[in-house]
């Protein structure tokens, strides 16, 4: 049942699959944003994590890009078409530490520890 899952979201295999990805990209050059730019670190503590164990460098873009498509937003404006050409929507750097945050996670809960970080309510 997986494999057909697998098999109707890969847009290499399925064309609807393939005209969701190209839309999203689109919306995304429109802003200068990123695909991983999209995760909120206030929903989950593990992306929180995986941001904080990122280098300065790639978190202070990700600032630059969400400050950016915020202006070009509250402008109704979008990039001009030369910098949305140079735009990479799917070329990610979040997903491998993220996938490390939520190994670790699971392999604390799988011994019995207690979790790293809890949600608290102000």
Same mark, same amino acid.
């Given at each position: 049942m $997986? $494999?057909?899952v697998q098999s109707l979201l890969d847009p290499k295999r399925n064309w609807l699959a393939a005209q969701h990805m190209k839309s999203i990209a &689109? &919306?995304? &050059?429109?802003?200068g944003l990123r695909y991983d730019d999209l995760y909120d670190p206030y929903y989950d503590l593990d992306v929180k994590e995986a941001l904080n164990r990122l280098? #300065? @460098?790639v978190v202070d873009a990700r600032h630059q890009r969400l400050? &950016?498509?915020m202006d070009l937003s509250m #402008?109704? @404006?979008y990039l001009p078409d030369d910098l949305q050409a140079m735009q990479t929507p799917f070329r990610g750097y979040l997903q491998d530490m993220l996938a490390l945050v939520k190994k670790e996670r699971a392999e604390r809960e799988a011994l019995g520890g207690l979790p790293l970080y809890q949600r608290t309510i102000p």
């Open positions: $997986s $494999s057909l &689109r &919306r995304l &050059r429109h802003y280098p #300065k @460098e400050k &950016r498509a #402008k109704h @404006e």
